[in-house]
């Protein structure tokens, strides 16, 4: 065995009390299987398309079976993955009728490529023909694809963030590899802040905490409903969202860039949510507190925020002024008062 900085890197083993896994020599492997079950669901519910006919949208992931995994050896990350998906869609045509039919996804796997990806779009048998049917065929599809290769890259960008560890020399070489032939998607995935976030080495994140106030020109109860409200949030934030506004129910919004989960719900006075962004590290959210006072012909709102990361504190901050506050009073007319 040779000293510490003599002989061939890969075999010097440092002695450490947090006993850090140095220079990416060992075996490891970490489950993501819970991690991409949500990842899919968040990233398919609400997809929709449009066209002359009608408009189209997946409005339920009712089976999401398989499993996923990555594996770190000699500093070389090998991603499995094999999922089987169903979900639902529902169209609305522009007289007004609606439909209801099926998506299936039997094949998205590490051995398949991307344009292989069967994906079954069907319109339940006690529907009518309609033409929306071709639309989710094409259109739909398309989208659906996009949104599984965003899948596939998130997993290997965001989850896979801890998993290269530091070097001898303090820097980690990032190298990924597929169990087979399986591509890297060419789809864009888009985001808050327009970049992936950077791989980290392992080190618990920095955080702080901060809070703001806000007045709006309405109602405790009122103001309360337009955070869990599907519709109120699509309104306030121009485009599609999930909201299923109970205890434990989860939240998606600016396509897909912020989502999380309402762990207490007082009515009326208070909101508490597991809250992040979508190019934080792997599994971390801060924790976002909602408190609605009334301030008689007002409510005044207060946003406590605990555990965001140092680094996105201001984007965090703007984020929160600018697409929740400014927008929801210039939606609802919560930021003048009428004469």
């Given at each position: ?56 949208e997946v409005t339920e992931v009712s089976k999401v079976e398989g499993e996923a995994s990555i594996n770190n050896r000699k500093g070389k990350l090998i991603f499995f993955y094999e999922w089987n998906l169903k979900a639902t ?22 051995e398949n490529d991307m344009e292989d990806l069967d994906i079954s779009v069907s319109l339940n048998k006690d529907e009518p023909d309609t033409p929306l049917t071709s639309l989710m065929k094409t259109k739909g599809a398309e ?197």
């Amino acid at each position: 065995m040779a000293k510490w900085g003599e002989g061939d890197p890969r075999w010097i083993v440092e002695e450490r009390a947090d006993a850090t896994n140095v220079n990416n020599w060992h075996w490891t492997e970490r489950d993501a299987t819970n991690w991409s079950s949500d990842k899919l669901k968040s990233l398919l519910l609400g997809l929709n398309v449009e066209n002359e006919e009608g408009t189209c949208e997946v409005t339920e992931v009712s089976k999401v079976e398989g499993e996923a995994s990555i594996n770190n050896r000699k500093g070389k990350l090998i991603f499995f993955y094999e999922w089987n998906l169903k979900a639902t869609w529902t169209g609305k045509s522009k007289t007004g009728v609606n439909y209801k039919g099926t998506i299936e996804v039997p094949n998205l796997s590490d051995e398949n490529d991307m344009e292989d990806l069967d994906i079954s779009v069907s319109l339940n048998k006690d529907e009518p023909d309609t033409p929306l049917t071709s639309l989710m065929k094409t259109k739909g599809a398309e989208k659906i694809r996009e949104a599984l290769g965003s899948y596939v890259g998130f997993l290997k960008t965001e989850f896979t963030q801890g998993m290269i560890l530091p070097t001898a020399n303090g820097v980690a070489k990032l190298q990924s590899s597929s169990q087979s032939k399986a591509k890297v998607d060419r789809t864009q995935i888009s985001s808050s802040g327009g970049s992936s976030a950077p791989i980290s080495t392992g080190v618990k994140i920095p955080t702080c905490k901060f809070s703001m106030r806000e007045t709006f020109l309405t109602s405790p109860p009122e103001l309360y409903r337009v955070f869990l409200n599907q519709e109120m949030v699509q309104a306030f934030t121009h485009g599609p969202a999930t909201v299923d506004g109970e205890r434990g129910g989860k939240f998606r919004l600016l396509e897909g860039n912020v989502f999380g989960e309402f762990t207490e719900l007082i009515p009326d006075e208070k909101i508490v949510m597991k809250w992040r962004y979508n190019t934080w590290p792997c599994e971390h959210y801060a924790t976002i507190t909602l408190s609605f006072l009334d301030r008689s012909s007002e409510t005044e709102l207060k946003v406590e925020c605990r555990g965001v990361p140092d680094s996105e504190e201001e984007q965090t901050r703007e984020g929160w002024k600018r697409y929740y506050f400014g927008a929801i009073k210039q939606t609802f007319g919560f930021g003048a008062r009428l004469f």
